[in-house]
């Protein structure tokens, strides 16, 4: 048997001699996210290398939800980016999983992401820490296989086994080759499932990856006004309706925005451009005024996430505005814009 490897931008796709490689790989598993915020900068690349050599390659998502509904967005997530030809879906839970859900409903939210995977027809499996694993309900989850780390020596070879039944068995993380200049993770086959179950075709329900879909969401308006600002896509654009602009007030968001009447539905004007959260009147050309920043200093236990939800914000934006690294490192003490 050849080689089983999981890589992710870590190990970016140019420093892998490609051709080398697929005379020796039988399998590779590729990471597409850490969390929904952070796509791997490399997962496409690898795929591309993948199909240009012949390797079968699946995919794996190191879960950073925060509860169980979020992790049925991570799964929707994670779905719409797989590549059609990834061969199976596996959820990653490690430790900035558990710092990121909590410990109450870390299971059930593993549970909920692999069983969205599962509706839309892939193949799954559920790779956990070895130190987790009979810790906090995790052994209950259920998915087609198990994926097991034990590196003892972690010298390159297979030392330690696990101490419990799975599929795959990470055995270390510093494989050595001649086709990339640096350590590699390497797995071996450890239960009953064949390479061929893993390489072979996906199940042979239709993967059906769920509709992206972008909400025309409409926000609250001062009372007996007529127009009410929203967003829309697609909206046919008329500037003669200079009338109704003049009557446009609304509570806008950034972005682009149409006019709506309630009554007599869309009322096709020029689209005005608003600051999120202000009120603006286009007839009195009044100013908007743009929020202050908040801050919040780092404490014990905070994590990105949490600050996020308490903030009433996105991860995505918290790293942007404090220049965060891509796993979001932050220290206690940090001062950090959350608003």
């Not at 490690?94 to 692999?114: N, R």
């Not at 020596?153 to 080759?177: A, E």
């Not at 709506?260 to 007839?283: E, R």
């Amino acid at each position: 048997m050849g080689i089983i490897m999981d890589i992710s931008h870590h190990q970016p796709s140019n420093k892998i001699d490609w051709a080398k490689a697929a005379k020796e790989v039988d399998l590779v598993i590729i990471r597409v996210q850490y969390g929904s915020n952070l796509i791997d900068r490399e997962y496409k690349k690898h795929v591309a290398n993948c199909k240009k050599y012949g390797i079968p390659f699946g995919h794996y998502a190191y879960g950073m939800f925060v509860s169980v509904n979020d992790a049925i967005v991570e799964a929707k997530d994670f779905i719409n980016r797989a590549d059609n030809d990834a061969l199976f879906l596996a959820l990653d839970v490690e430790g900035d999983t558990v710092k990121s859900c909590g410990t109450k409903d870390l299971a059930k939210a593993s549970q909920a992401f692999i069983d969205v995977l599962k509706d839309v027809g892939y193949k799954t499996g559920f790779y956990v820490s070895h130190e987790l694993y009979k810790k906090y309900d995790l052994d209950k989850v259920k998915a087609d296989f198990l994926w097991l780390p034990r590196y003892g020596k972690d010298n390159g070879k297979p030392d330690k086994k696990p101490d419990y039944p799975c599929c795959l068995w990470q055995y270390s993380q510093y494989c050595k080759v001649d086709w990339y200049k640096g350590g590699l993770d390497f797995n071996l086959l450890n239960g009953d499932k064949s390479l061929e179950w893993f390489t072979g075709k996906k199940k042979t329900t239709p993967v059906n990856k769920p509709e992206k879909k972008t909400e025309s969401k409409q926000v609250s308006k001062p009372k007996d006004e007529k127009y009410t600002v929203v967003k829309t896509i697609n909206a046919y654009i008329n500037a003669a309706d200079a009338k109704a602009r003049k009557n446009i007030k609304g509570k806008v968001s950034a972005g682009t925005y149409h006019v709506f009447n309630k009554a007599n539905g869309m009322i096709n004007v020029t689209p005005i451009k608003g600051v999120a959260g202000s009120w603006i009147n286009p007839a009195d050309n009044k100013k908007v005024s743009t929020p202050k920043p908040k801050y919040h200093i780092v404490k014990k236990g905070d994590v990105v996430s949490k600050l996020a939800i308490k903030y009433g914000t996105t991860q995505a934006k918290i790293k942007s505005w404090n220049k965060l690294d891509s796993e979001y490192t932050i220290y206690i003490g940090q001062k950090l814009r959350v608003k």
